[in-house]
């Protein structure tokens, strides 16, 4: 089975805290893709980052970043000196192979983290 | 590049119509997906198009359809609207599959009552 787990319904943090954003996934695919999203409260889904299975480089752009663990099938996400405008649902997504349906990928999406950064 | 567009962006029917939503992928892409998603429920995934064809499935009854036109644009349709069916309806278009990254419209915010 493929899956994806964010813990974290909620994080409520004030601005300048660093926070971090958990996912962690299942997948017997050994090719695989990891993404994540942002949904501001206006609705529409940004595309953050995306990591293919063998890259555990960790990657930085600017105030986020991001630490890929296959050893523990986690890619979290941190936040550091957040602002107001990081108030958003965050959304991890995995791509993996649907062995039953045509070996065809499919995005699977965790439930997401609703973030408040208060002022 | 002109991103991924939808019509319309709100709508407002009653229980028993039916409604067809609209997406425009941005140029070049390929793979246009449908999701819904409902507070609380996160993003539940309707269907995939690619070339014309419907690729992937998501777990909804047969009043859910979509299609997909040669110039890459994509319809879905809704008959017999229920209560439930209240939502907001995102398409996002990729380049090719699942291994590439989506980009999503605005949305369709959908309200039966």
């Known amino acids: 089975a493929q899956k994806v787990t964010q813990a974290q319904t909620e994080i409520s943090v004030v601005e300048k805290e660093d926070v971090t954003l958990d996912c962690v996934y299942e997948?017997?695919?050994?090719?695989?893709?990891l993404f994540w999203y942002k949904q501001p409260p206006s609705g529409e889904l940004v595309f953050l980052i995306r990591?293919?299975?063998?890259d555990e480089q960790n990657e930085i752009s600017g105030r986020y970043s991001w630490n890929f663990q296959k050893s523990t099938s986690s890619f979290n996400f941190t936040i550091t000196a957040s602002q107001v405008v990081d108030s958003a649902v965050y959304f991890c997504?995995?791509?993996?192979?649907?062995?039953?349906?045509?070996?065809?990928?499919?995005?699977?999406w965790g439930l997401g983290t609703s973030l408040a950064v208060n002022p | 590049k002109a991103g991924v567009t939808q019509t319309p962006r709100y709508l407002i029917k009653t229980r028993g119509q039916q409604v067809t939503l609209s997406c425009s992928p941005i140029?070049?892409?390929?793979?246009v997906s449908w999701y819904q998603q409902t507070p609380g429920q996160g993003l539940q995934f309707l269907f995939e198009?690619?070339?014309?064809?419907?690729?992937n499935k998501g777990n909804f009854p047969g009043r859910f359809s979509g299609r997909q036109f040669s110039n890459s644009r994509s319809e879905m349709n809704v008959s017999t609207l229920e209560l439930g069916d209240s939502a907001l309806y995102l398409c996002?278009?990729?380049?090719?599959?699942?291994?590439?990254?989506?980009?999503f419209g605005p949305g369709t915010r959908l309200t039966v009552t």
């Open positions: 997948t017997r695919d050994t090719t695989y893709y």
């Open positions: 990591r293919n299975s063998f």
């Open positions: 198009y690619f070339s014309e064809t419907q690729r």
């Open positions: 997504a995995l791509s993996g192979r649907l062995l039953d349906a045509g070996n065809n990928r499919k995005l699977i």
């Open positions: 140029s070049g892409h390929r793979s």
């Open positions: 996002a278009s990729s380049l090719a599959d699942a291994s590439y990254e989506q980009y």
